[in-house]
């Protein structure tokens, strides 16, 4: 047998909890609606993804996938936001591509542009795990995380009152050599597309190092590092910038997998930035993909997988659920995400 067809099925004799409701509702503050990554919300009707959040209990779900271009922004808000304001948050974003085309205007562009996004409705900025990875300037060069020729686009957006989702790098193993040693090596062999193997990409350190000087030096600017602050595999790392930056904030977005495999710190973690910690599934508005989260912050049930899918797709690992008490569940789940995010624009 070959291990990718190894299939072994749990024997332990534990507690499986169903939780279909969450105990608070949440606001999901990293998802998509899009093709690619929210399952082509633009063409299937919305009353259809409204029962889909009503089942699950979502009173509102913020769509980042406003971000390539105004036409997409602009049809997003018009098909989710328009219908149903209370129930949508749409993010805008950062053309990168069109750095070669205006040369040294482009930071002056970009502001002007989300400008126009906030006026035309968009609540917030998306930054997508291109900067610091593939962006290049008009000389060809790779754009660091904090290069400061960005400055006025993070200064603007304080300005504008859009909070920043900011996903740099990736899963730190995304960087390492493709070997036996790799604890991705199954998704990655699925997703040769997220192979960043260091040299020739820059090593992940230095990404999530520059994530941090960028946080530290704009504190007018509210940072929502997705995937729990770009580093799930450290939280002690997450945790001193949190410290060290009032004005940086997490998701918990498409990282049950790393956070549940280490339910001692990851409790703790929760614990000590109730108050900085943002629920999000990233994985389209799925009833399926809620319940395992659910399942996760608020129950004490252990060895389960993180995924739909029956060999989990982030590594062949179990979680254990963190059963946070309901003062940090109703904080995770939407105070802080009303405080942060719906209180701007
Ligand atoms: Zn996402």
Request: negative net charge; contains cysteine; proline residues 7%.
């Amino acid at each position: 047998m070959n291990l990718e067809d190894f299939r072994p099925e749990s024997k332990l004799v534990t507690k499986t909890t169903q939780v279909s409701k969450p105990r608070f509702p949440p606001i999901d503050a990293h998802n998509h609606l899009g093709e690619e990554f929210g399952g082509g919300w633009e063409k299937r009707p919305l009353a259809e993804l409204l029962d889909q959040l009503d089942g699950s209990g979502i009173q509102c779900y913020v769509d980042l996938d406003g971000g390539w271009g105004e036409h997409i922004l602009n049809r997003h808000l018009d098909l989710f936001k328009q219908p149903a304001p209370e129930r949508f948050q749409i993010f805008g974003g950062v053309d990168w591509s069109k750095w070669p085309e205006k040369g040294d205007t482009f930071p002056e562009w970009a502001t002007t542009r989300l400008r126009i996004q906030k006026e035309r409705g968009a609540q917030g900025l998306k930054i997508w795990k291109g900067l610091g990875l593939q962006v290049i300037d008009h000389t060809g060069t790779l754009v660091n995380v904090d290069d400061r020729r960005l400055d006025p686009i993070w200064e603007t957006a304080a300005e504008l009152g859009f909070p920043v989702v900011i996903h740099v790098a990736d899963p730190a193993a995304f960087f390492d050599p493709i070997d036996e040693t790799n604890e991705r090596w199954e998704e990655l062999g699925r997703h040769p597309e997220w192979v960043f193997t260091s040299p020739p990409f820059p090593s992940f350190l230095h990404i999530v190092e520059g994530l941090a000087s960028l946080v530290s030096r704009h504190p007018r600017t509210t940072f929502i590092g997705a995937h729990v602050g770009c580093y799930a595999e450290n939280l002690a790392w997450v945790g001193r910038l949190l410290d060290r930056c009032p004005n940086f904030h997490v998701d918990i977005s498409a990282r049950i997998g790393e956070l549940g495999r280490q339910p001692y710190t990851t409790r703790r973690f929760f614990l000590d930035y109730a108050d900085r910690i943002l629920f999000g599934s990233d994985m389209g508005p799925s009833p399926e993909d809620y319940q395992i989260i659910y399942r996760f912050l608020e129950t004490d049930d252990e060895y389960f997988n993180y995924n739909t899918t029956p060999v989990p797709a982030q590594g062949r690992w179990y979680v254990h659920g963190i059963y946070l008490p309901d003062d940090v569940l109703e904080q995770v789940y939407f105070r802080n995400a009303e405080r942060i995010l719906l209180n701007h624009g």
